[in-house]
């Protein structure tokens, strides 16, 4: 049984040892799933907008998404939405991600971690049974929230749900899901469409075990983290 340490935000994930999950339910790792899910070769998960769409200049192909405030920042292709990946042809596509905590957690702790993963609801026992198989000595929970600066309970409920999975206790899978409906995050997305966030990625990001694979950071390119599905 290794130890599971349980940090916070940007400072915990630059603190990150051991295996670390990075885990950003509402949206980054759920978008990080589905657009892998849907045939994306790779993701580069990017922290900040400059360096990002500098990437796409270079590589006008991929895919360039992510957020700020929700919202796509001016140059990007899409936002941070599961839901918004429909009709986009990702099969062998290269995905530049950059959003406001999840993609900067990465980022962190691919720095400090030995492994470095993303972790949520969409892919719960795909990331207990990667753990398992790894055999860590030290596990590293890391919720990023909202911003990556404050506590975001949608991210809290998966890390207690992996944590009693991770130990064989008893976890009540909707108990725990109903916590991210009714965080205030979930709270926003149930009370309808806006900008950069449509209704629909509440019900995606609490699809449980819909993937039954871990987006992991298996090189980097350019100094960023490249995500690939293992």
Known sequence: MPEIRRLGLLEGAAGAEGFAVIID???AGSFACYALGAGARRILAVSEVEDALALKLRNPDWLLAGERGGEPPPGFDCGNSPAGLAGIDLSGRTVIHCTSAGTRGISAAFR???ATVVGCFANAGAV???IREAGPGVVSLVCM???GVSRADEDEAFADYLQACLEGLEADADAHLERVRSSPSGALFASGDRPGRPSRDLALCADLDRFAFVPAVTGSREGHPVLTRI
Do not use: F, I, K, P
């Open 25 to 27: 339910v509402l949206r």
């Open 112 to 114: 400090s971690a030995d």
């Open 128 to 130: 207990a049974r990667s």
């Open 145 to 147: 929230g909202t911003e």
